[in-house]
């Protein structure tokens, strides 16, 4: 059993993560989840959030705006459509988008689609509003 | 032969030609690294994206979802089509066209058992013209509405393979090999194709349960492939298009040459034309003079 991760960060416009990782903890549609060397094969879907890494003594953290991740052999790779760096969020203009946001999801109830992607935008908009 | 002034005009607007070409080939060289860049990109994410679909639909039975769906026979095939809406780019279009008309020929296909969409106006006018129907239809694709258009194309899509209109997708586009070269592709999208080595395995746990997890991925998984046959494409197109012009130009270099020796010529041979006239005038004169 190797004693390392292989993490994979992909979104459609850069390879974001190629890197060897202990530990893998990572917004699950379901509740958040970790992934250790020798897991067994995993496929979720993910919610926009953030994904959290640990090499060493460091732990990184990425904001990721849902996507897919999948365990197999030790490989992670996650597939994103979008990442922000959390060190250059902008908290108070999270704030603003979410209020905006929630009041946009009232105007168009009944509209399934829409609401759908509106729960999404604003899922992303409460992550970046909790960073510190 | 032709005056002089008739070539010099030939000669003028051949130039005209050649300053066009030319700055068309400029123009497609920097839309093609642009799109190259981006294909270079996107490449790895829907590759991946792909991958992971294979693996999850390899270890299910098709009976799960709907979109895994097998259809005891194909009676209707749809194809996405994928041309540019101009022309001059070499063989770019007729290719795609012409192995499109020879697909269908091999695999005995009526009209009527064919469904076709279009991403580019050159596909479109000449299967329209040919008598196939035309469904959905969208020009003007380039690298900031294609994720719209992938969009319109892949719920339609879906939504006509959920309710059983359409048997197959299949999407023709140019792989983009490399500046030089593009590969015709008949990519198979609907139903979903697993190799053997993707059945075997230890399958996955899934969270959230499998059917839904399928239902998300398969959706997005054609929408990338549609997304990226359209980067494909129009990689393909720009690099199609450079190569094109940068023949046209080296021809229109040929021919300018061609047409400045015969003024050469043609003035040369009327300057001799001329001091014959003159000599032969002279000498005339001289033996008039000696009478």
Not at chain 2, 61 to 69: A, F, Q
Not at chain 2, 149 to 174: P, R
Not at chain 2, 237 to 244: G, I, L
Request: net charge negative; hydrophobic share 35%.
């Amino acid at each position: 059993m190797a004693d390392n991760l292989h993490l994979k960060v992909i979104t459609p416009l850069a390879l974001i993560i190629d890197e060897q990782v202990e530990l893998v903890e990572g917004p699950g549609e379901l509740g958040e989840f970790g992934i250790l060397p020798g897991h067994v094969p995993f496929v979720t879907t993910l919610s926009p959030g953030f994904l959290k890494y640990k090499q060493g003594s460091d732990t990184k953290s990425l904001l990721i705006h849902g996507g897919l991740a999948e365990v197999s052999d030790d490989n992670v790779r996650v597939l994103t459509d979008s990442t922000e760096d959390p060190s250059t969020i902008d908290t108070s203009a999270a704030k603003e988008d979410i209020y905006k946001l929630e009041k946009q999801i009232e105007e168009s109830q009944g509209n399934a689609k829409k609401l759908k992607e509106l729960d999404h935008q604003l899922k992303i908009a409460q992550a970046r509003a909790s960073v510190k | 032969m032709p005056s002089l002034k008739q070539i010099n005009t030939k000669i003028s607007s051949v130039k005209g030609t050649r300053r066009i070409m030319s700055a068309m080939k400029l123009i497609a060289a920097v839309k093609l690294q642009r799109s190259q860049s981006m294909l270079k990109e996107f490449r790895p994410y829907s590759d991946a994206y792909k991958e992971i679909v294979m693996g999850v639909a390899g270890k299910c039975d098709p009976k799960v979802h709907p979109l895994l769906r097998k259809p005891a026979e194909v009676k209707k095939r749809h194809f996405v089509f994928f041309t540019s809406d101009r022309g001059l780019c070499g063989s770019f279009n007729t290719g795609l066209i012409r192995n499109f008309e020879n697909h269908l020929t091999e695999a005995s296909f009526d009209k009527d058992q064919v469904s076709l969409s279009f991403v580019g106006r050159r596909g479109k006018d000449h299967c329209s013209s040919a008598g196939f129907s035309i469904g959905d239809y969208f020009s003007g694709a380039n690298e900031k509405n294609y994720i719209e258009i992938a969009n319109k194309l892949t719920s339609s899509a879906i939504e006509q393979f959920q309710k059983g209109e359409i048997d197959e997708v299949v999407l023709v586009y140019n792989y983009f090999k490399s500046a030089l070269t593009q590969e015709i592709t008949f990519e198979k999208l609907l139903p979903i194709e697993v190799k053997d080595e993707e059945t075997s395995g230890t399958d996955y746990i899934y969270e959230p349960k499998r059917e839904s997890i399928i239902g998300d991925i398969v959706p997005k998984y054609v929408q990338i492939r549609i997304e990226r046959a359209i980067q494909e494409s129009l990689t393909s197109e720009h690099a199609s298009r450079m190569t094109a012009m940068e023949n046209a130009t080296t021809n229109a270099d040929d021919v300018i040459k061609k047409l400045t020796l015969l003024f050469n010529k043609t003035r040369q041979a009327m300057i001799t034309t001329e001091l014959m006239d003159i000599v032969n005038g002279t000498e005339a004169q001289k033996q008039g003079g000696n009478d």
